[in-house]
Antibody
Framework: QVQLQQWAAGPLKPSETLSLTCEVY????????WSWIRQSPGKGLEWIGE???????YYNPSLDSRVTISVDTSRSQFSMRLTSVTAADTAVYYC?????????????WGQGTLVTVSS | QSALTQPPSASGSPGQSVTLSCTGS?????????VSWYQQHPGKAPKLVIY???KRPSGVPDRFFGSKFGNTASLTVSGLQGDDEAAYYC???????????FGGGTKLTVL
């Protein structure tokens, strides 16, 4: 049974850096791409980016200049950092995994972490 | 503004069928057979109900049917039940440069 566990994040002020980590339980960590997706309050979903166990990353072009996704295979964890946050970055952030390697239909999701950016 | 366009709301009575649309472009839906649909209940993470246009993950009833024509994908939910009331989001792979694009979601109400 694959489970993705996210940690709660504290409130952020504008211009600060958002950091989130997702730990994976079950399954083979090295056999997949691992993704971050966010959902602004009352809005739709937005793909942030993805990474594999070798550190190959792909980012949403609209966030490319501010986001970094990294992986720690020894801990079965992957993380994201988003710099210079604004109120527009307030959202529930999800980590997710596809059905197979480099698949973009997300079968497994973390529970979501609400990140609030406010002065 | 989302890359894929979905109507904000839809409704149907129990037992009826409803079809939700998702319109993209020749760079996403029209280019790849990697359209997915997600069901999301309030306060919950999205749940995958359709992948690769028309395939259902294990456990998803065959009341959920996906299709695609050109740049538009559709999700048909037949035999509507109360638990089908949820938001439905479509997504499409859009290549290595653009990754994955989502629609803004359709709120399905079961009357």
């Amino acid at each position: 049974q694959v489970q993705l566990q996210q940690w709660a994040a504290g409130p952020l002020k504008p211009s600060e850096t958002l950091s989130l980590t997702c730990e994976v339980y079950g399954g083979s960590f090295g056999a997949y791409y691992w993704s971050w997706i966010r959902q602004s309050p009352g809005k739709g979903l937005e793909w942030i980016g993805e990474i594999n166990d070798r550190g190959t990353v792909y980012y949403n072009p609209s966030l490319d200049s501010r986001v970094t996704i990294s992986v720690d295979t020894s801990r079965s964890q992957f993380s994201m950092r988003l710099t210079s946050v604004t109120a527009a970055d307030t959202a529930v952030y999800y980590c997710a995994r596809g059905r197979y390697y480099y698949d973009h239909s997300y079968l497994y999701w973390g529970q979501g972490t609400l990140v609030t950016v406010s002065s | 503004q989302s890359a894929l366009t979905q109507p904000p709301s839809a409704s149907g009575s129990p037992g009826q069928s409803v079809t939700l649309s998702c319109t993209g472009s020749s760079s996403d839906i029209g280019a790849y057979n990697y359209v997915s649909w997600y069901q999301q209940h309030p306060g919950k993470a999205p749940k995958l109900v359709i992948y690769e246009v028309n395939k259902r993950p294990s456990g998803v009833p065959d009341r959920f049917f996906g299709s695609k024509f050109g740049n538009t994908a559709s999700l048909t939910v037949s035999g509507l039940q109360g638990d089908d009331e949820a938001a439905y989001y479509c997504s499409s792979y859009a290549g290595t440069n653009n990754g994955v694009v989502f629609g803004g979601g359709t709120k399905l109400t079961v009357l």
